[in-house]
């Protein structure tokens, strides 16, 4: 069967964020970094730059807890687990044991084939997103959705920035009372933000969902199951394109602005668009489109929101007027190529 795949990349002005801090040393609560190699026009090489990043796990644990969410507001079966945002996935034998499911033993590869089956039945969460049962015969499920580090934009470098805030928790009338309050009654804290033209990138693999793959590749869920799990899984999308993701949110909430994006809806062969580290992504993903379409024999349709100077949207390129257009427009999209690749049912 041809896949019907759905790609996404954005780039988003945000400020002052504290969106995922990787250690603290003292009080001093660092922002994750990461080292990006880029080509620097000045010295006309390639040079490597340490700046700020929100790593992948921190984006596909948002997109998990949407896609509960979003799943359980469909009726669609998600587990106890999983809704409360502990993204254990049966990762742990104490959770099969409390949930009675069967735990394979070795040589029972039968019994493996079912716990797989369970398990990408019973959550919406697990079946999308994959998962590694630690049983003598593992049962693994590799995610079908795909996510990495939201890094600053390469044209935009110059503008990533971290810098230390000082904090203080002030208690007067704990003056002397423990070691947290000692005698000036204050409690010092740093807490490094970042500023930057971030951009990131997803895909998500629709025509796997709802499919065991590990013991025999077969459908475990009916036609229209499939169908609402995957819209679910797109309208997830959302979430991460507006920012609703990453940690600290309660008191660093950042000034976030999404600027550009593109998505493409690819029936046949999986079409990743380009990443947004320069503002011509948009223009550069539609320019392969027809080549792509020709080499593997695939249909695919590109959509673009623009809020960004600079950002050129080809006349072919559907554009979106909002960020929410933008997502219906994918998931009306992708929802008519998978009833035509899964047939009339
Ligand atoms: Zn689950």
Redesign the pocket.
């Known amino acids: 069967m041809r896949k019907v795949w759905v790609s996404l990349a954005w780039r988003a002005l945000v400020n002052v964020e504290a969106l995922n801090m990787a250690e603290s040393v003292g009080n001093y609560v660092k922002h994750r970094r990461a080292p990006l190699a880029f080509y620097d026009e000045a010295s006309g090489c390639y040079v490597v730059k340490y700046v700020p990043v929100v790593s992948g796990e921190s984006l596909a644990h948002a997109y998990q807890v949407w896609l509960?969410e979003e799943a359980s507001n469909a009726g669609l079966s998600?587990?106890?687990?999983?809704?409360k945002g502990e993204?254990?996935?049966?990762g742990a034998r104490v959770v099969l044991q409390d949930e009675k499911l069967p735990t394979p033993g070795r040589g029972e590869v039968d019994k493996a084939a079912q716990l797989e089956e369970l398990?990408i039945k019973?959550?919406?969460?697990?079946d999308v997103c994959g998962?590694l049962v630690p049983t003598d015969i593992p049962v693994k499920r590799t995610s079908l959705f795909y996510v990495g580090y939201m890094v600053p934009a390469h044209d935009s470098l110059r503008a990533a920035v971290m810098d230390p805030q000082f904090h203080v928790r002030h208690a007067p009338s704990l003056i002397g009372k423990g070691e947290e309050f000692p005698e000036t009654g204050q409690a010092l804290y740093y807490v490094e933000v970042a500023s930057a033209v971030y951009t990131a990138s997803a895909a998500l693999d629709l025509t796997g969902i709802g499919r065991a793959s590990t013991f025999g590749v077969r459908d475990v869920v009916g036609r229209d199951e499939k169908l609402k799990r995957a819209e679910a899984a797109v309208k997830s999308l959302y979430y991460l394109l507006v920012g609703m993701f990453g940690a600290k949110r309660t008191r660093f909430m950042p000034n976030y602005k999404l600027l550009s994006a593109v998505a493409a809806v690819s029936k046949g062969a999986p079409f990743n668009v380009n990443p947004g580290h320069s503002r011509s992504f948009v223009k550069e993903t539609f320019e392969r489109v027809g080549k792509f379409a020709e080499l593997t024999g695939s249909s695919v349709e590109v959509f673009a929101y623009a809020r960004e100077e600079g950002v050129e949207v080809p006349g072919e390129v559907k554009p979106a007027g909002s960020p929410e257009e933008f997502v219906k427009m994918v998931l009306e999209s992708s929802k008519k190529a998978l009833g035509e690749v899964l047939g009339s049912g």
């Open positions: 509960a998600v587990c106890g687990l999983c809704r993204l254990v996935k049966h398990l019973n959550c919406v969460v697990e998962f």
